[in-house]
Structure formats: C-alpha cells, structure tokens
C-alpha cells in the first residue's frame, strides 16, 4: 500500500544515489518491505516481470551500486530492522538487512562487545 510504495521524484531521486560521483540514475519505484516473505514476493514479481530490482540500505556506499541505471524497483530495507539472535559465548548475532552498525551497538552497549567500522562478515538473515 501506498505507506510503502513511492514513484515521488524526490523520493525516487534520494534512492537513486550514494555517496559516490556517480550521477544520479533513480528507479522507477521504491518499495519498503518489512518480511522476507514480502521481499520474496516482490523479487519474485520482478523476475517474472523482468524488471530490475535494485537493494538500498542507508545510501552510504562509494560505488554507486543503489543506481538504477536501468530504471526498475529499488528495495528499500531499513525497516527491517530488528536484530533477531545474539550469542555472547560464540560472538554471533543474527539481523535484519536494515539492522546499522550504530543500532547493532546500541543493542550491544553493555555486552563487552561491540562492532566496529570496517569489521568484515556483517551478514543479515
């Protein structure tokens, strides 16, 4: 429903591009799903579709990989954002796609433990 798609140009153009030189290259809908059931479905529609689905995360990035070059459906995963399973004795924690590190540490804050910038094999469920 509409909370949860936008074609808005402003909203378009803000997940159309990161932090990298690359121009911005917006796709033709944003969606924002909160279930994996829900990220199946839409991915499963676009490859019958044959149209092009783009991840978003934060828009961070430096490599211009949220540009959607050839238009399509840009996945935006922030509201997955919960943190599902954490084990201190194997230092494993399970999240969502949306999960960022700050939350993570905030989460953490606590523990003895805590999860720094550049620490590589952060993986979502």
Known sequence: GAPNV????????QHGHDESMHP?????????PQAVGQVQE???L??????PMVPFGTGTGLEGGVNAVQG??????SRMDAITELSLEDFSVT????????????????????FPVGTVGMRGV
Do not use: I, M, Q, Y
């Open 95 to 114: 999240v969502e796609p949306g999960v960022t590190r700050k939350a993570l540490n905030r989460h953490l804050r606590g523990t003895g433990l805590w």
């Open 6 to 13: 936008s074609t808005a140009a402003a909203v378009r153009e």
């Open 46 to 51: 676009c490859h019958r579709c044959r149209v």
């Open 24 to 32: 911005c290259a917006p796709p033709d809908v944003v969606v924002w």
């Open 72 to 77: 399509g459906v840009c996945f935006d995963l």
């Open 42 to 44: 839409l991915a499963a």
